[in-house]
């Protein structure tokens, strides 16, 4: 088969088109055979040399993909060849096969085709179990999204308001903010322009946000801890903006604030297969039904996958980049 190599860290020129050895389900695992991926900032670490995938995993880029079972390995249950599937991966998903743990396949939503199935996994793993397994967002509290343009965003955005939650989100651009509030978002602010925490009271009435996902990390620690409500939990779930800060326990303590970090990739099987069974309990009806849709960017060939980290790391898209076999 063919998967995307890394030929050194480094930019997206780095990335080839390889021959490379087929993969063989092992115990409880199914081999799937791939339609499509999609590019997540793991990758583009992982490219530059930044993020090795866990012990054990494939070494090939790619934490989700789409496609259809090829191969039941030994004690697999309930899932038949040729199934149209989606999986969340700990790697391996830029390539034409991939062997997958049961416990991180997804039947493809109704109402989805096969190839928009791609988009679905990490986002809505990761979405779920940081905002509501982690955070525990309730319906009338306020969440504040930041990137909310982002695949990651998009997601977040109609999960919360399928809760009942008001949602305030950040964005570079007037144009991907008004994109945001097609899809629900309650409070827009333009992070170039304007400070989310004065935003953000200003739109509470000076509660601030119940429930905070960031996806930047150190540079927006101390103002997001400015920005939490009394009883406020801050989820931080990604370092752009760097992995050290200085945190004022002081004003956390009177806001009997929570700091949580977490990743998915890293997670130990069952905890992965725990946080998927329940993103199909509760999410896929969503889907099913209309009321959470799959916001993709743009598709690009998988044997062009640089062309999707460029696209990534340039900043302007709105929802997914898909690569496609």
Not at 291 to 302: F, G, L, T, Y
Request: hydrophobic content about 45%; overall charge negative.
């Amino acid at each position: 088969m063919r998967a995307i190599t890394i030929a050194e860290a480094g930019g997206p020129e780095v990335l080839n088109w390889d021959e490379v050895p087929d993969p063989v389900p092992g115990e409880g695992e199914v081999l799937v055979e791939v339609v499509a991926s999609a590019v997540n900032r793991a990758d583009l670490l992982q490219r530059q040399g930044r993020y090795d995938p866990p012990p054990g995993a494939s070494p090939y880029p790619g934490l989700e993909c789409s496609g259809r079972i090829a191969a039941l390995g030994p004690g697999v249950v309930g899932w038949s060849v040729g199934d149209e599937v989606c999986a969340l991966l700990s790697g391996g998903g830029y390539a034409e096969q991939v062997a997958v743990p049961v416990g991180q396949l997804l039947p493809r939503p109704e109402g989805v085709s096969l190839v928009e199935a791609a988009a679905l996994p990490e986002v809505a793993c990761t979405v779920w179990s940081n905002l509501f397994m982690c955070a525990g967002l309730r319906p009338a509290e306020t969440v504040l999204i930041h990137g909310g343009a982002s695949g990651i965003g998009t997601m977040a955005i109609q999960l919360a308001k399928a809760v009942g939650a008001t949602v305030a989100v950040t964005a570079g651009s007037r144009e991907r903010l008004e994109r945001c509030a097609e899809l629900g978002a309650d409070i827009l602010v333009d992070h170039r322009e304007q400070d989310f925490v004065e935003e953000v009271r200003r739109a509470t009435g000076g509660a601030g946000a119940d429930v905070i996902l960031d996806i930047i990390g150190a540079s927006y620690l101390d103002r997001n801890v400015r920005a939490l409500a009394m009883n406020g939990r801050l989820v931080v779930i990604g370092l752009q903006g760097g992995a050290k800060a200085e945190l004022n326990i002081g004003a956390l303590l009177v806001k009997r604030g929570t700091v949580s970090a977490t990743s998915l990739r890293g997670r130990p099987a069952d905890e992965k297969a725990a946080i998927v069974a329940a993103v199909r309990e509760h999410v896929w009806p969503l889907v099913a039904a209309g009321r959470v849709r799959v916001v993709v960017d743009r598709a690009v060939p998988m044997w062009d996958a640089g062309v999707g980290h460029s696209v990534l790391e340039e900043g302007g898209h709105v929802g997914k980049v898909l690569l496609t076999v």
